[in-house]
């Protein structure tokens, strides 16, 4: 819902239906992270009209009449009367447009300006934040002597606030340029070698370096169309991974400060990293959330197939020694090729189902596929893992097997400890099915 194009009474009316705990005006707030999309800027007070437990946002007048805009929570300071807002903008005025960035990695925000208080979050060298105003802090020594600099309360570009001290900040003001934005005009070269990165590397989610070193090729996480894509003459762009999908519409490419470049009239910032690694920052539900890609010099959908080729001579190596299997408890089992999958039927499964390894209502056939992964340590003393799909059951059965010269032994994996599609160790006291080759 696009609340800038709709006016008076109805804003209020179909707010309030989307927002259940709205009122018809909250109070004033303080600007504290500007978004010049908006015509936002640094210390604004803005008239908030409705609030979102749910989305964890608000929905705002914006400045000389321009409608309304939902925004998060985080952008604002806490609604309150005009007077007051007046007050804290007042305050914070010597540091509107201030921000900083961050020159050490894992520099701690603290909850307090101690050194020794709790550390509410842990920054990453270059990451850019807002410098909201001095404090009165305890002073801070590395053990020879008090080092140079103060206790600042800060705010992130997800919404965390705190105490950051600046001795491992490199504070600028980002109207009148300062020492930051001096320094990147005496490297124009260099900015503009950073927007060149941007546009013209492909860009996907950074998890695939660690699995593909891992030869764990996950199909639920690995997908050709995944990444971070954008198109300036449409002025679309997209960020598709496993989890979901956001796709926006943006007007141009402007840099923020830093390495750090927002997609104009759309709630997405990109920071560059290096060379082949950024970080993609944006609103989902009302929630800021970050996002790494990184580029690969390997051939995804090869990687996609020849991880759908392994799954299935893994199969056909089962079925090809098979295909039929059988226990006088356990009863039946033949697995057999269908459509580029593979089916199974499994014949006298009461007992499986008395003991609880598959559900009551599970019928004697299925799919069956290879999902998984073993550990190492399970990989000595195990063969693989496959997933049994009955007809008529809601959920999934796994199980560890071996081959063995007269048939093939299985593990029910129903307690194995799973993490991110490995199978890390095996159930506490499983049931063990030895089906023999017919």
């Not at 920054?123 to 807002?130: D, H, M, V």
């Not at 959330?289 to 995804?300: A, C, G, L, P, R």
Request: contains cysteine.
């Amino acid at each position: 819902m696009d609340f800038r194009k709709i006016k008076g009474t109805i804003i209020l009316a179909a707010a309030c239906a989307v927002f259940p705990s709205c009122t018809k005006t909250i109070g004033y707030s303080v600007v504290l992270w500007g978004d010049e999309s908006n015509g936002l800027e640094d210390g604004d007070i803005v008239k908030v009209i409705v609030k979102s437990n749910i989305t964890h946002s608000y929905i705002i007048e914006l400045p000389d009449g321009q409608g309304n805009k939902e925004i998060p929570i985080w952008q604002v300071s806490e609604p309150e009367g005009k007077k007051s807002a007046l007050r804290m903008a007042a305050a914070y005025a010597d540091f509107a447009n201030k921000y900083a960035e961050v020159k050490l990695d894992g520099l701690p925000i603290r909850a307090e300006p101690v050194n020794t208080a709790k550390q509410v979050y842990r920054l990453r060298a270059k990451e850019i934040i807002r410098v909201l105003y001095k404090g009165k802090g305890a002073a801070v020594s590395n053990g020879k002597g008090t080092i140079d600099g103060e206790w600042y309360r800060v705010l992130t570009a997800d919404g965390t606030q705190g105490w950051c001290f600046s001795h491992n900040l490199d504070i600028y003001d980002s109207e009148t340029g300062g020492r930051r934005e001096k320094a990147a005009s005496e490297k124009k070269g260099e900015t503009d070698k950073l927007l060149q990165i941007l546009r013209g590397k492909k860009w996907v989610p950074a998890e695939y370096e660690d699995l593909i070193k891992a030869k764990r090729i996950d199909l639920d996480r690995f997908d050709e169309q995944y990444g971070f894509t954008f198109d300036e003459q449409t002025g679309k762009l997209s960020i598709l991974t496993a989890d979901g999908q956001n796709e926006q519409t943006f007007t141009k490419i402007r840099k923020i400060t830093g390495k750090q470049y927002r997609f104009e009239g759309a709630s997405v910032t990109a920071t560059i990293n290096g060379d082949d690694d950024i970080t993609v920052q944006y609103m989902e539900n009302g929630k800021p959330k970050n996002v790494k890609f990184s580029t690969t010099k390997e051939d995804i959908p090869a990687l996609i197939k020849n991880e759908r080729s392994r799954r299935i001579r893994e199969i056909q190596k089962i079925a090809g020694f098979g295909p039929t299997f059988s226990s006088s408890n356990y009863g039946t089992l033949t697995i057999t090729p269908a459509n580029g999958s593979f089916s199974f039927t499994w014949q006298n499964t009461k007992l499986l189902s008395d003991s609880k390894i598959i559900e009551s209502g599970a019928r004697g056939s299925g799919t069956v596929s290879v999902k998984y992964y073993l550990s190492k340590q399970l990989q000595s003393s195990y063969d693989g893992i496959l997933t049994f799909r009955f007809d008529g059951s809601a959920s999934e059965n796994n199980f560890i097997y071996k081959m063995t010269e007269k048939g093939i032994r299985l593990e029910d994996a129903g307690g194995a400890s799973i993490k991110n599609n490995v199978v890390n160790s095996r159930g506490q006291s499983p049931a063990v099915i030895f089906l023999e080759k017919r």
